[in-house]
Protein backbone atom coordinates (compact mmCIF):
# COMPACT_ATOMS: atom_id res chain seq x y z
CA UNK A 1 0.00 0.00 0.00
CA UNK A 2 1.34 3.79 -1.25
CA UNK A 3 2.00 5.64 1.89
CA UNK A 4 -0.31 7.82 0.37
CA UNK A 5 -3.51 5.76 1.15
CA UNK A 6 -1.99 4.40 4.33
CA UNK A 7 -1.72 7.81 5.81
CA UNK A 8 -5.39 8.14 4.65
CA UNK A 9 -6.07 5.06 6.22
CA UNK A 10 -4.49 5.51 9.23
CA UNK A 11 -6.53 9.14 9.43
CA UNK A 12 -10.21 7.00 8.93
CA UNK A 13 -9.63 5.06 11.87
CA UNK A 14 -8.11 7.98 13.98
CA UNK A 15 -11.68 9.29 13.61
CA UNK A 16 -14.05 6.49 14.20
CA UNK A 17 -12.04 5.61 16.90
CA UNK A 18 -12.98 9.84 18.28
CA UNK A 19 -16.19 8.65 16.92
CA UNK A 20 -16.78 6.29 18.61
CA UNK A 21 -15.02 6.75 22.26
CA UNK A 22 -16.75 10.62 22.52
CA UNK A 23 -20.27 8.16 21.98
CA UNK A 24 -19.68 6.34 24.29
CA UNK A 25 -19.82 3.16 22.38
CA UNK A 26 -16.35 2.01 22.90
CA UNK A 27 -16.53 2.37 26.54
CA UNK A 28 -19.33 0.08 27.29
CA UNK A 29 -16.81 -2.90 26.32
CA UNK A 30 -19.58 -4.87 24.07
CA UNK A 31 -19.18 -3.95 21.00
CA UNK A 32 -21.21 -5.84 18.66
CA UNK A 33 -21.28 -5.47 14.75
CA UNK A 34 -25.06 -4.52 14.70
CA UNK A 35 -24.02 -2.12 17.25
CA UNK A 36 -21.45 -0.53 14.64
CA UNK A 37 -23.52 -1.07 11.50
CA UNK A 38 -26.37 0.38 12.88
CA UNK A 39 -24.70 4.04 14.66
CA UNK A 40 -27.58 6.83 13.73
CA UNK A 41 -25.31 10.09 13.80
CA UNK A 42 -27.95 12.16 12.50
CA UNK A 43 -29.29 12.61 15.98
CA UNK A 44 -25.55 13.17 17.63
CA UNK A 45 -25.95 16.60 19.72
CA UNK A 46 -23.37 19.16 17.91
CA UNK A 47 -21.59 21.21 20.67
CA UNK A 48 -22.72 24.90 20.08
CA UNK A 49 -20.43 26.86 18.08
CA UNK A 50 -18.37 30.06 18.88
CA UNK A 51 -16.69 32.41 16.76
CA UNK A 52 -12.81 33.02 18.24
CA UNK A 53 -13.85 36.75 19.42
CA UNK A 54 -16.92 34.94 21.44
CA UNK A 55 -14.21 32.46 22.52
CA UNK A 56 -11.78 35.11 23.93
CA UNK A 57 -14.46 37.26 25.44
CA UNK A 58 -15.43 34.23 27.61
CA UNK A 59 -12.36 33.49 28.80
CA UNK A 60 -11.84 37.12 29.66
CA UNK A 61 -14.76 37.17 31.25
CA UNK A 62 -13.96 33.89 33.58
CA UNK A 63 -10.41 34.67 34.04
CA UNK A 64 -11.62 37.94 35.69
CA UNK A 65 -14.33 36.11 37.41
CA UNK A 66 -11.31 34.27 39.26
CA UNK A 67 -9.99 37.28 40.87
CA UNK A 68 -13.35 37.77 43.55
CA UNK A 69 -12.31 39.00 46.64
CA UNK A 70 -8.82 39.94 45.93
CA UNK A 71 -7.90 42.92 48.02
CA UNK A 72 -8.12 46.73 46.58
CA UNK A 73 -4.65 47.98 47.08
CA UNK A 74 -4.28 51.72 45.64
CA UNK A 75 -2.13 51.51 42.79
CA UNK A 76 -2.21 47.24 42.74
CA UNK A 77 -1.16 45.74 39.78
CA UNK A 78 -1.55 42.12 40.67
CA UNK A 79 -3.25 39.58 42.04
CA UNK A 80 -1.56 40.64 45.78
CA UNK A 81 -3.80 43.75 45.25
CA UNK A 82 -5.55 45.58 42.59
CA UNK A 83 -6.71 48.86 42.04
CA UNK A 84 -9.35 49.40 39.23
CA UNK A 85 -7.59 50.39 36.09
CA UNK A 86 -4.64 48.02 37.57
CA UNK A 87 -7.01 44.71 37.91
CA UNK A 88 -8.59 45.48 34.13
CA UNK A 89 -5.43 45.71 32.71
CA UNK A 90 -3.93 42.51 34.17
CA UNK A 91 -7.13 40.56 33.27
CA UNK A 92 -6.78 41.74 29.34
CA UNK A 93 -2.91 41.44 29.30
CA UNK A 94 -3.26 37.99 30.27
CA UNK A 95 -4.57 37.53 26.46
CA UNK A 96 -2.50 40.18 24.92
CA UNK A 97 -4.13 43.13 25.23
CA UNK A 98 -2.45 45.97 26.74
CA UNK A 99 -4.18 49.10 27.88
CA UNK A 100 -3.19 52.19 29.06
CA UNK A 101 -2.87 52.16 32.85
CA UNK A 102 -5.03 54.60 34.31
CA UNK A 103 -8.95 54.62 34.10
CA UNK A 104 -8.68 57.84 32.70
CA UNK A 105 -5.89 57.11 29.84
CA UNK A 106 -7.61 53.89 29.34
CA UNK A 107 -10.69 55.53 27.74
CA UNK A 108 -8.63 56.26 24.71
CA UNK A 109 -8.51 52.44 24.03
CA UNK A 110 -11.19 50.75 22.08
CA UNK A 111 -14.21 51.34 20.39
CA UNK A 112 -16.71 53.26 21.86
CA UNK A 113 -20.43 51.00 22.68
CA UNK A 114 -23.89 52.87 23.56
CA UNK A 115 -25.29 51.83 27.12
CA UNK A 116 -28.17 49.72 25.37
CA UNK A 117 -25.22 47.95 22.98
CA UNK A 118 -22.82 46.33 26.05
CA UNK A 119 -21.23 42.99 25.11
CA UNK A 120 -19.56 40.61 27.94
CA UNK A 121 -16.27 41.74 28.17
CA UNK A 122 -17.12 45.65 27.24
CA UNK A 123 -14.79 48.10 29.74
CA UNK A 124 -17.44 50.20 31.77
CA UNK A 125 -15.80 54.05 32.84
CA UNK A 126 -17.24 55.99 35.63
CA UNK A 127 -16.77 58.88 37.85
CA UNK A 128 -16.98 57.22 41.08
CA UNK A 129 -15.70 60.47 43.20
CA UNK A 130 -17.46 61.57 45.97
CA UNK A 131 -16.45 64.92 44.78
CA UNK A 132 -19.46 66.36 42.54
CA UNK A 133 -19.43 64.07 40.13
CA UNK A 134 -18.39 67.02 37.32
CA UNK A 135 -17.85 63.72 34.39
CA UNK A 136 -14.34 62.83 35.08
CA UNK A 137 -13.36 58.58 34.61
CA UNK A 138 -11.71 57.54 38.03
CA UNK A 139 -13.42 54.26 37.70
CA UNK A 140 -13.31 51.35 35.31
CA UNK A 141 -14.74 47.56 35.40
CA UNK A 142 -15.57 44.72 33.03
CA UNK A 143 -19.29 43.84 31.92
CA UNK A 144 -20.27 40.47 32.19
CA UNK A 145 -23.43 40.69 30.50
CA UNK A 146 -27.45 40.21 32.71
CA UNK A 147 -26.67 43.50 33.98
CA UNK A 148 -23.28 42.33 35.94
CA UNK A 149 -20.11 43.69 36.16
CA UNK A 150 -17.01 43.29 38.08
CA UNK A 151 -13.98 45.75 39.16
CA UNK A 152 -11.54 46.62 41.81
CA UNK A 153 -13.85 48.55 44.95
CA UNK A 154 -12.01 50.70 46.64
CA UNK A 155 -15.33 51.37 48.55
CA UNK A 156 -16.00 47.74 49.57
CA UNK A 157 -12.03 46.65 49.81
CA UNK A 158 -12.20 43.88 46.98
CA UNK A 159 -12.54 42.72 43.83
CA UNK A 160 -16.42 42.02 43.22
CA UNK A 161 -19.52 41.39 41.15
CA UNK A 162 -22.12 44.30 41.77
CA UNK A 163 -25.38 44.64 39.02
CA UNK A 164 -24.97 48.09 36.95
CA UNK A 165 -28.44 49.41 37.54
CA UNK A 166 -27.66 49.42 41.32
CA UNK A 167 -24.00 51.21 41.17
CA UNK A 168 -24.15 54.61 42.50
CA UNK A 169 -21.32 55.88 40.64
CA UNK A 170 -22.52 58.41 37.37
CA UNK A 171 -21.80 56.29 34.12
CA UNK A 172 -19.69 58.02 31.55
CA UNK A 173 -19.28 55.12 28.93
CA UNK A 174 -18.12 51.81 27.47
CA UNK A 175 -15.29 50.86 25.29
CA UNK A 176 -14.85 47.82 23.29
CA UNK A 177 -11.12 46.03 23.32
CA UNK A 178 -12.05 42.77 21.48
Given at each position: ?????????????????????????????????????????????????????????????????????????????????????????????????????????????????????????????????????????????????????????????????????QYKAL????????
Open positions: MSGRYSKLLTGCIFVLLLFFTSTDIMASNSLTEDMITNIDIRNTPISESMDYESYVIRMVVDYAKEFVGVRYVYGGTSPKGFDCSGFIGYVYKNFGIELSRSAQSMYSNGKKVSRDALKAGDILFFDASSRNRAGAIDHVGIYLGGDNFIHASSSKGSVRIQKLSYIGAKRVI
